[in-house]
């Protein structure tokens, strides 16, 4: 039998997400939970897959299968598809595996045309609702199907209401609206130089070839991008029999979620429209009111909600973030899917949903997104800074935390600012699916309209950032780049603040704090802790930075870049003493003074850690970053240092290299100069000693050679590294046990991983400098083309970001089975930025690492990440 494409919703359920998307699946599931659902049927994700596999067409066979659905859902609800007199019209709907809110489009009371509306009218008695439910049609197939620029659809509207006098929609009568839709069809005409299409038939297929299309619009790949959805996966089509919120006073339509998506309290929290239809709740046109009125405009209908929604929710296990809409009194369910919800939300319900007995503790630790934990660990308002400020105006508090920042007005100017390392706040009408970049640079979103539930607000939400919808008061000047509100005038560049967690706006910045952490996040990261297998540690250089890393959970400390020690106070001056010498006595008298700074903070390190592990790195960067590099600069330290100009001058010059991230750095330092080597390890070796004697600590350093790809350039700095620090050990008259390791960042290392692992206890993976090397690409250029990239679909994510399995992760894969094929004991870890990221800690557990380190703040990401990935190995 051939492959089917197209399953009607009584033929499916809610496993079969991956081929019906989640939509579809959840409204089969729904059906067959008994719940009052629109009929219809959904094309499979496979179809879309299909689409792009020839050329970008939907094949005959589909078309039959379509066909013969629809006949179906004629039979299903004794309406004819194309009818003049009483038509079925649908609604045509994507809907992929994952759930990407307003990425892709939806056309509404599809089905219609001149004629149909005409008997529409009549059958329904009700022709204002007709011609709103056509021009309605008309203004999204332009848009979604062909593209046309909404704006203009939506002045013709306005203008049609300004010339009658009208604030609202509703006042529109249906001769108006029959106006507005002749409009439409001549604004289509003029924009596609034919008649807006009347055979529905057409309109159907055109609109479901739109929905495939959709999958690779532009905003589609940057919101897989951000959220690791690969492009191969595809959309499914859901055909859906209408149902009519826009009947008059006794129809609405409203969202709602099961829990609140900001704080996770439990209780219904919603919004609705009366007389409105499909995505006014959420565009803002109108302001929606709170679902607890529903209960006097239609007590049956809100008694009826209530109880489905709950009902839902057990059945889910899961918060649910509902549509629905009401036809003359009548309630259906247009959609229900797990919320989303911010990272506070997210683990308050985790942990009620446990101490309510819906689910498991393992089942609780999967519907928290790992990286939704930042947002708990990121700044907060400082309370007294706080108080002191003067509020400017108030909304809705739409996505909680707290932002300060410039004003920017449109989602380009955002992005440009941020590139120049500005915090922004982007100040909008509304926000659409369009300035999805310009709010992924925002630290704080604030907009004239829209409620709880505008796409700002879900969107915001999604990001962690800080959001507050719906400021009427705000009045915008576009062409002036300018904002007032609560009689300032605020202008592009300029400082302000928003509070997301209150909806109060202010017009200064204010100064932030640190978080503090909630009891929840305390047992649900033990809950982790009892799951995952991978440790945990984290990246960090200062005493301080250790601190951090432990309270949030870091078993170890991974990756201490011993270099960032020496920029600090007069440190820098005796490292700049050091490059300039011209013996190896000169440059071992300045070691010598260094040695002091580096045993103290290595000393407070381990104090921090209290027995935990720590990996240093032995000097890595070229020595040319110590230097100035401006003519004047390089003057004024030859006198600081008191040696000419010329002489500071030709140090400079011979540090010069064409490929510094090629050159003269990582163990080749130490190759050249072994002393330096020494006095790290002197510094490493004393401070655990004196440590050890004086706290009573047991301590293991574990000295990393970096940059590494040939063993025998290994072995010859550990040499070093080994005598000096056997000969300290010896002197101190106690027992010390230490490692020595490497970092495998240069693919010949990973090639060679066997014979590297013979000079090596363990090895770090610096997946940062590997994935450079690996792709060829420079890691600080490379964000300059990426951008072509993404778009043009050579690479869905940033491989910086997000490991390379395929090819970067098949090194590391393959040199640890090398490594330990030698030495079956190896310790591995990773310590490039990929040591944070929840898909690439995934990797690490499934190729057998010991640890993953990252930033401190990403500690419970990567803890939470790796719990994951051993119960999505269940
Ligand atoms: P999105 O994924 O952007 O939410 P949806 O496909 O859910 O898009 O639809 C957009 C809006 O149209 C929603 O408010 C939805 O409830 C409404 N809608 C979709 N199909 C129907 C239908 N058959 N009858 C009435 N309203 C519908
Ligand atoms: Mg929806
Ligand atoms: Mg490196």
């Known amino acids: 039998m051939s492959k089917k494409f197209v399953y009607m919703f009584s033929e499916a359920d809610a496993s079969m997400k991956n081929l019906l998307g989640g939509k ?11 719940l009052p659902i629109p009929q219809g049927f959904t094309i499979s994700t496979e179809a879309c897959t299909k689409y792009y596999e020839d ?49 892709m489009d939806t056309v509404l009371n599809l089905g219609l045309n001149d004629v149909a509306v005409e008997g529409f009218a009549t059958k329904t008695g009700n022709p204002r609702f007709a011609y709103d439910s056509y021009r309605r049609f008309i203004q999204m197939f332009s848009d979604v199907v062909k593209g046309l620029p909404k704006s203009q659809f939506e002045r013709v509207l306005d203008d049609i209401k300004e010339t009658k006098g009208f604030e609202s929609d509703l006042e529109l009568s249906a001769d108006d609206l029959k106006e507005v839709a002749e409009a439409f069809k001549a604004l289509y005409v003029k924009h596609e130089g034919s008649e807006f299409p009347q055979d529905p038939r057409t309109q159907l297929m055109d609109a479901v070839e739109a929905v495939f299309g959709s999958w690779n619009n532009e905003r589609a790949i940057i919101y897989r991008r951000m959220n690791d959805i690969p492009g191969s996966w595809g959309t499914a089509v859901n055909v859906q029999a209408m149902v009519f919120g826009n009947m008059g006073d006794t129809s609405g339509t409203g969202v709602a979620f099961t829990r609140d998506p900001s704080t996770g309290e439990k209780g219904i929290y919603g919004e609705y429209l009366l007389n409105a239809q499909g995505e006014d709740v959420v565009a803002g046109i109108r302001t929606p009111e709170p679902i607890s009125r529903l209960e006097n405009d239609m007590p049956e209908a809100y008694a009826e909600f209530m109880r489905l929604a709950i009902e839902l929710e057990n059945h889910y296990k899961d918060m649910q973030d509902m549509e629905f809409t009401i036809e003359d009194k009548k309630l259906y369910f247009l959609q229900t899917r797990n919320g989303k919800r911010t990272a506070q939300a997210a683990l308050k319900i985790a942990v009620d949903l446990v101490d309510e007995g ?45 932002a300060t920042g410039q004003v920017y007005f449109n989602a380009d100017d955002a992005v440009e600012a941020k590139k120049r390392g500005e915090a922004v706040i982007l100040v909008r009408l509304e926000t659409s699916p369009e300035d999805i970049e310009g709010m992924d640079a925002a630290q704080g979103i ?9 796409h700002a607000a879900v969107v915001a939400r999604g990001m962690g950032t800080c959001c507050v919808s719906g400021c009427g008061e705000l009045k915008i000047d576009d062409s002036a780049k300018t904002f007032t509100l609560g009689g300032k005038t605020v202008a592009e560049g300029e400082f302000m603040s928003l509070d997301g967690s209150a909806g109060n706006i202010y017009l200064e910045s204010i100064k932030t704090v640190d978080p503090e952490i909630s009891g929840d996040f305390g047992r649900f990261m033990g809950w982790a802790d009892e799951v995952r297998t991978l440790k945990v540690r984290a990246n960090a250089d200062s005493p301080k930075d250790v601190q951090n890393a432990v309270e949030y959970g870091a078993e170890g400390v991974g990756l201490c870049r011993t270099e960032h020690m020496f920029f600090e106070g007069e440190r820098i001056s005796k490292m700049r003493q050091m490059i300039v010498a011209k013996t190896v006595a000169e440059r071992e008298a300045a070691l010598e003074e260094l040695i002091p700074y580096q045993k103290a903070d290595f000393k407070g390190m381990y104090i921090a850690l209290d027995g935990k592990p720590m990996t240093v790195r032995l000097l890595d960067p070229p020595l040319h970053e110590f230097l100035p590099h401006s003519v004047e600069d390089i003057k004024e330290l030859a006198v600081e240092m008191g040696i000419t100009y010329e002489e500071l001058q030709a140090t400079v010059d011979s540090l010069h290299e064409f490929n510094p991230m090629l050159g003269h750095r990582g163990c080749r330092l130490a190759v050249t100069y072994p002393e330096i080597a020494v006095m790290q390890t002197r510094a490493i070796i004393e401070a655990a000693i004196e440590v050890t004697k004086e706290n009573g600590l047991k301590i293991v350093p574990e000295i990393m050679i970096p940059l590494a790809g040939e063993v025998k350039e290994l072995a010859y700095v550990k040499k070093f590294v080994v005598e000096t620090a056997d000969r300290i050990i010896a002197e101190s008259g106690i027992e010390l046990e230490y490692m020595v390791g490497t970092m495998i960042e240069i693919p010949r290392a990973a090639l060679t991983a066997d014979a590297i692992a013979t000079e090596a206890e363990f090895f770090s993976f610096g997946t940062n400098d590997l994935t450079q090397m690996t792709f060829g690409y420079s890691r600080d250029d490379a964000g300059a083309f990426l951008d072509d990239y993404y778009k043009k679909s050579i690479l869905e994510s940033d491989p910086f970001a997000r490991l390379d399995q395929t090819g970067v992760g098949q090194l590391v894969q393959m040199a640890c089975e090398k490594g330990r094929s030698v030495k079956p004991g190896l310790k591995l870890g990773i310590c490039g930025e990929h040591g944070g990221d929840p898909s690439s800690i995934e990797f690490c557990h499934n190729i057998g690492l010991d640890y993953v380190s990252c930033s401190p703040f990403r500690v419970p990401i990567a803890r939470l990440a790796a719990a994951q990935a051993v119960l999505n190995n269940k």
């Open 55 to 103: 050329g970008e067409l939907v094949n005959d066979a589909i078309k039959a299968e379509v066909e013969n659905s629809l006949e179906q859902l004629e039979a299903l609800t004794g309406k004819k598809f194309g009818d003049n007199s009483e038509p079925l019209l649908v609604s045509v709907r994507s809907g992929g595996r994952a759930s990407m809110p307003g990425m």
């Open 358 to 402: 819906l689910c498991t503790k393992e089942e609780a630790l999967m519907k928290v997104d790992p990286k939704q934990l930042d947002q708990l660990l990121h700044p907060m308002f400082d309370v007294e800074a706080l108080a002191a400020a003067k509020i400017y105006g108030s909304a809705l508090p739409a996505s909680p935390g707290a």
């Open 446 to 454: 604030l907009t004239v309209r829209g409620g709880m539930t505008s």
């Open 24 to 34: 579809g699946a959840n409204l089969a599931e729904m059906t067959k939970l008994g």
